[in-house]
């Protein structure tokens, strides 16, 4: 009975037993079919080798690795986002959808207010060829003044007209067409483009040349191809503004100097001394200008050679204005300090202005512009500069070097030089406008900067500059505020600029004023007034010209109160 | 008497003697049968023309990806060896005097070892109109693609490889006569920034016409196409606005995003489903971490996308913008002039009115003959922008000739000029876009793109045939751009072949019998017939390949392009 009853117990209890093992046999079945599938793979014996040993020595280490494995399996798979997704907030697609009815975008552009309307009476239209001489139509009565002398025009060398110029790019249009149809590398090429920046590099002095299509993006796209992130670049807190997006573009580590202040500069370099040694040998540049676009002078080369040379740091120099207006050939800023070209290792131009012509160059040794063909972004990604720019560029560069002369001034230059002189001496030495208005640009410099007087404008109770670090305008923008773009000390500040140049339109002078936007400059500014000066101008010209200037500043000026700049300020807003 | 040339140095041209009918031949093809004409233009219908994309064989990827891996292996082989043992030949990438390189040897890898084996396929200086045919200075290197020596002599290819969609690369004709005028007139600079002073009745006039063409208030010019864009994103949006954009975007547009330092968020190659969840998402959780409201949200696309011959899908993008209510900015760098009944653009090709779409943006390079961008919207947006695009008040206005050229070259395509020139030129393009493009893919090549797209892709693969395909195409006379990695993706390398009007339907028998051929040696027809090129209606599904022998596509393609489903 006894036995009996056992077996069946013993039966009984074996029955779920039974169940597992034929599970549990399946699975050893399996596991020791995947080991001989692991030995079978090269290396698998070494492996299984490994494990086993290792999970003799300390077994918790097996889990230890399960665990890691898993992590590691997880961490694969989980979104690249998944930091976002938890900050999310979980919504029903109902919910969703009336988020959607009742967002309101903001208003694609900021409306224009009345008190800037008067911005678009500003633009001079004129009428025909931008030359020494314009017409201008006028913006109440769209009368045509003609013949306004032209102080508004960056044609430093008065080579738009040339007849030389003009003839070699009708050669080009009746050889070449207008455009180039396609970008420099998919045969975008002419001759005539490897021409001008053949002729470029030579005129400068420099191994190599590289043409662009537009100015304006020219540094924005040279500087980021050498600027990475970790690389650092020192740049004048004076730049102009594709200077500015171009070093903020590209990531690098960026320190401001004070304006032409050299011994900031050193000191600066001396601070990053320690820190530059031991760290890895990244790319450094000084950034600067020529002529400064926003003040009209230049820093002194010879010792900013001489500190960059010192601190193995490479000099980036905007030479836009000061080509073609300083140095007895043209030449830019280096040969008017006697150095040469190769001092400076990369100099960014337009051919805007003084070429005549139209796009930008960039010129250097023969490395720093093969890496621009490509890699530069506005080179590789558009189409080339129309041919017969090019060849306009190149026959003003011919000219120039074929009517220079060893120890003179080049006769081409010369008369804008004697230009620049005459008008700032004009400038310097009239008494009816030194309470009034106050030269910032060099003697030298063919763009005159005319500010209102710093103690008249304390006088108005106007800041120092608009704009730059701390202003309510980056305020504005950090936080996206569009229609707080605006300024209305600026605004009217330009204003009463814009009134004496409107009132020397009737005496057919055409000046203009720094046209800076606030918003876009993350550098203070003041407004100008601005004489750009031209070879073409006869002396005759320059003196009525000042005559007039000189009785236009002191009209709008001379009656300027803290009070009437307000009802000035009032009259824009509700006129 | 041609002599030869130092190294690297591009010799001028030489004195040519051509009269002027050889001339006008050489630019810009006589048609020769009103047959060979098309408009093209969206039927309403039909489902949108979404090309589907043939895949390769997995042999080819896996080759490709070999290819690669072969060139790369030896790259670093060649750099690890010399720079041991050639130093003078890395100095460009090694520090000097405690100076740095200008750049590192691991971001020149690419295009030292790599790129520069194909060197003589890119940037072949040429000489003269880029019109119907091309003529490039013929030259030779001995050492690799080191130096190039030039023996002063032309070598005229017909040309597939300019951005000429309408064939106004001439220097015959009104267009050029008009420019040429203007040159002596106006000169050859506009002597400033456009709010300064270079601002003149051609700059408006130019101005006006442009809106006019584009369907839209008012318009803005500017001197260059990447500069237009590059410059634009940050007058419009700040840093509490949000970009949409999509993948393939050219690099301008991504540029101008970078600039504005708005928030960016990228879907995927028109894929409207991904743009839509991207939409929802956005609009919904706001903006990251503060979740409030996005100020502006803007979506900006292409119209003809340049690497891949596809148009945006314009009717679903007014519609997502009806419904999510964001700013809808379009790039016709390449569609305008070159798609619709009238040459005005994607919105001219579906039927849309320009009124749906916020900024319509678009180049002045690729079908005027001409150079520069416009921007075209409403009279309040311009208004605004005309005083706060930074261009306008820091960067040089546009040069009078081109603004010239521009002007005639749009009048012409209105029909203001030259009678039926303009419809003309724009049946031409139509024609010879699907003509080539059904040939080719009747032939069994892979093609990418839409069917009316003037840009025709076609798919090498392998980096090495890169440079074949380039060398023998030019040894039979035809110009052709190819593009690889990083403009494409890795592995699918392509030739770029970018219709022109100046072309007549002779020269697209020639390149299809050369490409033919080509194709042949080259190992390049494995199109699986998804895609398209079938004998008859339904083969794909069947398992039969389009392999059509050249005298049969010949024959057949001129009609059976014209047909609605081809």
């Not at chain 1, 003839?167 to 149809?181: D, F, Q, Y």
């Not at chain 1, 100015?215 to 503004?241: E, Q, W």
């Not at chain 2, 820091?394 to 030259?418: C, F, H």
Request: glycine share 8%.
């Amino acid at each position: 009975m006894d036995t009996v009853t056992t077996t069946v117990t013993k039966e009984t209890s074996n029955q779920a037993p039974q169940f597992v093992i034929k599970y549990a046999s399946s699975a050893v079945e399996l596991w020791y079919g995947f080991i001989s599938f692991i030995e079978t793979i090269p290396g698998g014996q070494i492996i299984i080798n490994y494990i086993k040993a290792s999970h003799k020595n300390d077994p918790w280490r097996t889990l230890l690795e399960l665990l890691l494995a898993l992590l590691a399996i997880r961490y694969f798979l989980a979104s690249k986002y998944s930091q976002d997704e938890s900050e999310k907030v979980k919504l029903s697609k109902r919910e969703v959808d009336e988020l959607i009815d009742d967002w309101e975008p903001e208003p694609i552009v900021p409306a224009v207010r009345q008190e800037e309307r008067w911005l678009f009476d500003a633009i001079p239209a004129i009428e025909g060829a931008i030359t020494k001489h314009v017409n201008v139509v006028e913006p109440k009565s769209k009368e045509i003044i003609y013949d306004v002398l032209n102080m508004a025009g960056r044609d430093f060398l008065d080579m738009n007209t040339n007849e030389l110029v003009k003839s070699s790019a009708i050669k080009t249009i009746t050889e070449c067409g207008v455009g180039a149809c396609g970008p420099a590398n998919f045969y975008g090429t002419q001759d005539v483009h490897v021409r001008a920046s053949e002729d470029l590099a030579r005129f400068l002095g420099a191994e190599k040349g590289i043409v662009y299509g537009q100015d304006f993006c020219t540094a924005t796209s040279v500087l980021p191809c050498f600027l990475k992130r970790g690389d650092i670049a020192i740049v004048d807190d004076g730049v102009s503004l594709s200077l500015q997006k171009a070093v903020m573009i590209s990531r690098c580590s960026i320190e401001w100097f004070h304006h032409n202040d050299m011994d900031h500069l050193e000191s600066i370099l001396e601070s990053l001394q320690e820190e530059l040694q031991d760290g890895p040998l990244n790319r450094r540049f000084i950034v600067t200008e020529g002529l400064f676009e926003n003040f009209g002078d230049s820093p002194d080369l010879a010792r900013l050679v001489e500190i960059k040379n010192k601190y193995k740091f490479r000099l980036a120099l905007d030479e836009s204005y000061s080509i073609g207006t300083l140095g007895p050939n043209g030449r830019g800023l280096p040969e008017a300090y006697g150095i040469p070209r190769t001092e400076i290792e990369m100099t960014i131009g337009t051919l805007a202005n003084s070429f005549g012509s139209s796009g930008g160059f960039c010129v250097g040794c023969d490395a720093m512009i093969y890496h621009q063909i490509l890699s530069s972004n506005a080179y590789v990604f558009s189409a080339y500069i129309p041919p017969y720019c090019a060849s306009a560029t190149s026959a003003v560069i011919n000219l120039l070097e074929a009517s220079e002369k060893p120890g003179e001034i080049n006769p081409l230059v010369k008369p804008l030089q004697e230009n620049i002189a005459l008008m700032s001496s004009l400038f310097r030495n009239s008494s009816k406008l030194a309470d009034l208005v106050s030269v910032r640009s060099s003697d030298a410099s063919a763009v005159m900067h005319i500010r209102i007087n710093p103690a008249l404008r304390k006088s108005l109770d106007l800041p120092e500059g608009y704009g730059g670090p701390g202003s309510q305008i980056v305020k504005a923008v950090k936080n996206g505020h569009e229609t707080d773009y605006f300024d209305r000390e600026y605004n009217t500040e330009c204003y009463i600029l814009q009134l004496i140049i409107d009132q020397l339109l009737n005496s057919k002078v055409l000046l203009t004023r720094s046209k800076r936007i606030l918003h876009h400059e993350v550098l203070p500014c003041v407004p100008e007034l601005i004489i750009y000066l031209n070879s073409g101008f006869t002396k005759s010209e320059i003196q009525s010209s000042f005559i007039a200037i000189e009785d236009a500043i002191y009209q709008n000026l001379s009656t300027l109160t803290y009070k009437s700049f307000d009802q000035i300020s009032d009259s824009l807003e509700f006129s | 008497m041609r002599e030869i040339y130092t190294p690297n140095t591009v010799p001028n041209a030489p004195e040519e003697n051509l009269t002027a009918e050889e001339k006008e031949d050489l630019e810009f093809g006589k048609l020769t049968s009103t047959d060979h004409l098309y408009v093209a233009k969206y039927n309403q219908n039909e489902p949108l023309p979404t090309p589907i994309l043939d895949e390769p064989p997995y042999y080819i990827v896996i080759f490709t990806y070999l290819n690669y891996l072969i060139l790369i292996i030896i790259g670093h082989i060649k750099d690890f060896f010399g720079k041991r043992f050639m130093p003078q030949c890395f100095d460009a990438v090694m520090p000097k005097n405690g100076y740095p390189p200008w750049y590192s040897a691991f971001e020149s890898f690419y295009p030292r070892r790599l790129k520069k084996r194909l060197d003589d396929c890119f940037a072949r200086p040429i000489h003269g109109v880029p019109g119907r045919y091309v003529r490039c200075f013929t030259r030779f290197s001995n050492d690799y693609n080191q130096t190039f020596h030039y023996d002063g002599g032309l070598t005229p290819l017909l040309n597939l490889s300019s951005y000429n969609y309408l064939g106004f690369a001439q220097s015959m004709g009104v267009c050029t006569r008009d420019a040429i005028e203007v040159v002596e007139k106006y000169g050859t600079s506009s002597g400033g920034p456009r709010n300064v002073i270079g601002n003149t009745d051609l700059h408006r006039d130019t101005e006006k016409v442009v809106a006019e063409f584009v369907g839209k208030d008012d318009a803005l010019v500017f001197s260059m196409g990447y500069g237009t864009n590059a410059h634009l994103f940050t007058s419009l949006a700040n840093s509490k606005c949000l970009l949409i954009s999509d993948s393939l975007n050219h690099g301008s547009i991504r540029f101008g995003i970078r600039l504005a330092g708005a928030a960016v968020k990228v879907f995927s190659h028109n894929d409207m489903d991904a743009l839509e969840k991207i939409l929802r998402e956005s609009i919904s959780q706001g903006q990251s971490k503060t979740h409030r409201p996005w100020k502006k949200i803007f979506v900006c696309v292409e119209g003809l996308y340049s690497m891949e011959g596809n148009l945006c899908n314009l009717p679903k993008l007014v519609e997502l913008r009806d419904k999510y209510k964001f700013y809808l900015f379009v790039d016709e760098a390449h569609s305008i002039g070159a798609l619709g009944e009238h040459g005005r653009g994607v919105c001219d090709y579906f039927g849309i009115p320009p009124s749906r779409i916020d900024i319509l943006m678009g180049t002045f390079t690729k079908s005027f003959g001409a150079a520069g961008g416009y921007v075209a919207a409403n009279q309040d947006i311009i208004n605004r922008l005309r005083l706060d695009i930074s261009t306008q008040c820091y960067g040089e206005s546009q040069p009078p000739p081109v603004l010239k050229q521009i002007a005639t070259s749009l009048r012409i395509i209105r029909g203001d000029l030259n009678g039926n020139e303009g419809k003309e030129r724009l049946g031409r393009i139509a024609f010879n876009s699907r003509y080539l493009r059904l040939g080719l893919k009747r032939l069994g090549f892979i093609v990418y793109g839409a069917d009316d797209s003037p840009v025709i892709p076609l798919l090498l693969y392998a980096p090495a045939k890169m440079p074949a395909f380039s060398r023998m195409m030019y040894e039979q006379g035809v110009a052709v751009v190819v593009v690889g990695y990083p403009a494409t993706e890795l592995i699918s390398s392509r030739v770029r072949f970018c219709i022109s009007a100046s072309l007549t339907k002779e020269d697209i028998d020639k390149i299809l019998r050369v490409v033919d051929v080509i194709g042949d040696k080259l190992y390049l027809k494995f199109s699986s017939g998804i895609a398209g090129g079938e004998v008859h209606p339904g083969d794909y599904k069947k398992g039969i390949v389009p392999r059509w022998n050249i005298e049969d596509v010949l024959a057949k393609t001129p009609e059976d392009c014209k047909g609605t489903m081809y």
